[in-house]
Nanobody
């Protein structure tokens, strides 16, 4: 089992910045990759950014050049730095941990944190 606790959401004006944090605990040795997803009202949940245990990163086209995912292994924490925020970035952001144990995969989710971009 992996527990995820997110923080850092809030209200920001267009063009502003926010940093989301996701602290993992529990069976962290089993985590293969971590990522951030988001879900806007009336839309499906979508991948925003992901980072593997080897620090390979992947981004949605809509956030490339504006968002940066990183990890601090000592703190078991993943960050999402969001710059040049746009109103269309408004959504609930969820942290995800993808685990692999003996060829069995699981996905764990945080509780979600609201990001609102509005003037």
């Amino acid at each position: 089992q992996v527990q995820l606790v997110e923080s850092g959401g809030g209200l920001v004006q267009p063009g502003g910045s926010l940093r989301l944090s996701c602290a993992a605990s529990g069976s962290i040795f089993s985590i293969n990759a971590m990522g951030w997803y988001r879900q806007a009202p009336g839309k499906e949940r979508e991948l925003v950014a992901a980072i593997t245990s080897g620090s390979t990163t992947n981004y949605a086209d809509s956030v490339k050049g504006r968002f940066t995912i990183s990890r601090d292994n000592a703190k078991n924490t993943v960050y999402l730095q969001m710059n040049s925020l746009k109103p269309e970035d408004t959504a609930v952001y969820y942290c995800n941990a993808h685990t692999i144990v003996a060829l069995t995969t699981n996905d764990y989710w945080g509780q979600g944190t609201q990001v609102t971009v509005s003037s």
